[in-house]
């Protein structure tokens, strides 16, 4: 990654879409504690609850879960529009190469997006365990039927569930950002890379639905571990690396060919 790259993609854009994830998973609380009004939903969380439980929930049926590919894509995936525009990209990829280059823009905006995604999720697990019971391992005391008891039994403790957790979000914010970038490699306009994540996620959930393709190819699905009491963590781990890592490298080698089909023919 080129100091470059690293400067622009981890600066002030890259916390503040992180904490506007964070934001988005907080509003999702205002069903779940019957209090709509912001201002008084931290008074409302005085009640007793299950962090693991109103966590989960919250990031399983968060109504404004469509958010995370454009706030994935947010910090850097435009960042080769502004390059091409600037016509600085050439003369960035005559200093470095044209291969690092590319290799450099795609690793920042993977691992920005990873960021955003990944941080913006355990900071609401964070926000959340200030204030509610929260389990490190299963004991008996705890209701066999509550959230907390299925999810330490599966996972053995807390620190695999959020370990767990942490990876999901963080192959599925990096697969989103590369969405946004590789469409810049053909169409160098900033705001339609920021918004064509947004329209691959709604179309996808479309297409596995009416497609009959199993569930597990559903990447909105795996991405909030939607299958977390359907596998075992480890198996659970590889399944979702393994298909988030082959469709992020998908994205990657389309943004390879686009750029350097750019740099060969202007």
Same mark, same amino acid.
């Given at each position: 990654?080129? =100091?470059?790259?690293?400067? $622009? ?23 779940? !504690? ?19 439980e109103? !966590? ?7 109504? &404004? ?16 529009c502004?390059?091409?525009? #600037? ?11 044209? $291969?690092?280059y590319i ?15 990944? /941080?913006?999720?355990l900071l ?6 200030? #204030? ?13 039927? /509550? &959230? *907390?008891?299925?999810?330490? #039994? ?8 959020? @370990? ?8 599925? @914010?990096? !697969? ?7 469409? *810049?490699?053909?169409w160098?306009?900033?705001? &339609?890379?920021?918004?064509f =994540? ?5 179309a996808?959930?479309?297409?596995? @639905?009416?497609? /009959?393709? =199993?569930d597990? &190819? ?23 690396? @393994?298909? !988030? ?12 060919v686009?750029?350097?089909?750019r740099?060969?023919?202007?």
């Amino acid at each position: 990654m080129t =100091p470059m790259d690293r400067s $622009r993609a981890f600066g002030p854009a890259l916390w503040g879409a992180t904490l506007a994830y964070c934001f988005q998973n907080i509003l999702g609380l205002t069903d779940w !504690f019957g209090e709509p009004n912001l201002g008084k939903l931290w008074e409302a969380m005085s009640v007793p609850y299950d962090t693991i439980e109103v !966590f989960y929930f919250s990031w399983l049926f968060n109504y &404004m879960g469509w958010l995370l590919p454009v706030l994935a894509a947010a910090p850097f995936a435009a960042s080769f529009c502004q390059d091409w525009r #600037k016509r600085s990209a050439q003369l960035q990829a005559l200093r470095c190469g044209q $291969r690092r280059y590319i290799c450099s823009k795609g690793l920042a905006v993977w691992i920005s997006g990873g960021i955003v995604s990944a /941080g913006g999720t355990l900071l609401f697990f964070g926000l959340l365990a200030l #204030k509610g019971n929260t389990p490190l391992v299963f004991t008996p005391l705890l209701d066999p039927d /509550g &959230m *907390s008891s299925q999810i330490l #039994k599966q996972c053995g403790n807390l620190w695999v569930f959020l @370990g767990e957790t942490g990876l999901l979000c963080f192959l599925s @914010g990096g !697969f989103w950002a590369l969405t946004g970038l590789a469409f *810049s490699a053909y169409w160098t306009s900033a705001p &339609m890379a920021l918004c064509f =994540p947004l329209l691959v996620f709604w179309a996808h959930i479309q297409v596995v @639905g009416k497609s /009959g393709l =199993p569930d597990w &190819m559903n990447l909105a699905f795996v991405g909030d571990g939607g299958f977390l009491f359907v596998y075992s963590p480890l198996t659970y781990c590889a399944m979702a690396t @393994g298909l !988030f890592l082959a469709a992020s490298l998908v994205w990657a080698g389309l943004f390879y060919v686009g750029v350097r089909r750019r740099f060969e023919h202007g």
